[in-house]
């Protein structure tokens, strides 16, 4: 079934048009969420999250970007918007542990491992998400969709709405950033 045809059949309401586009989209909405996010738990909340919106806003569906792209957006929107609300939640959680009487922080997040990330490269992969996590958020959404989602640049930059040039401008900001950091880290 083409683009199209799918998209009509979703404004229609059609159950075998949704269950295709889950069919579809269910692996790069959940590894886009889990790159943001570093919790399987989170990031199959928000892929939840995603297809619902989805189906709900089919019918305002402009088809000025690709239904992908469209995807995307709502993806990285709700992966960003879900790590702000928890590091506004741990940051809470830190200053009231100032006024409580142990000391210890009450919302640790436990160490995480990508799905896709062999056994063996655990510990550095871990490493490098947490770095990630400390990029701007558009250099961290582009390196996110280009090294964990495999995106092109033009993609990206759809998705981003932004230029081709501004995304490479992003994700060479955020390699620099990166290896500062990591150099950092084995000092």
């Known amino acids: 079934m083409s683009e199209q045809e799918l998209i009509t059949q979703l404004r229609m309401g059609e159950e075998s048009a949704f269950r295709e586009l889950v069919s579809l989209f269910q692996d790069k909405v959940f590894?886009?969420?889990?790159?943001?996010?570093?919790s399987r738990q989170d990031a199959e909340?928000?892929?939840?999250?995603?297809?619902i919106q989805v189906y709900h806003s089919i019918a305002g569906f402009r088809e000025n970007a690709s239904l992908s792209t469209w995807i995307y957006r709502i993806t990285v929107t709700k992966g960003l918007d879900h790590a702000r609300n928890k590091k506004r939640k741990k940051r809470f959680a830190f200053i009231s542990n100032?006024?409580?009487e142990s000391n210890?922080?009450?919302h640790e997040s436990p160490d995480?491992?990508?799905?896709?990330?062999?056994?063996?490269?655990?510990?550095d992969?871990?490493?490098?998400?947490?770095?990630?996590?400390?990029?701007?958020?558009t250099q961290k959404t582009a390196f996110?969709?280009?090294?964990?989602?495999?995106?092109?640049?033009?993609?990206i930059a759809d998705i981003m709405k932004s230029s081709e040039s501004a995304v490479d401008s992003l994700?060479?900001?955020?390699?620099?950033?990166?290896r500062k950091k990591i150099n950092q880290q084995h000092l």
Not at 45 to 51: G, K, L, N
Not at 125 to 137: D, G, K, Q, Y
Request: aromatic share 10%; net charge negative.
């Open 171 to 178: 994700l060479q900001r955020a390699k620099q950033s990166l």
């Open 104 to 106: 210890q922080l009450l």
């Open 144 to 155: 996110i969709l280009n090294k964990v989602d495999g995106l092109s640049y033009r993609e």
């Open 112 to 123: 995480f491992n990508h799905p896709g990330v062999q056994y063996d490269r655990k510990e």
């Open 125 to 137: 992969a871990a490493l490098l998400f947490r770095l990630v996590n400390e990029l701007p958020e």
């Open 45 to 51: 909340d928000i892929a939840q999250e995603v297809f």
């Open 98 to 100: 100032l006024f409580s």
């Open 31 to 38: 590894n886009t969420a889990i790159g943001f996010l570093q």
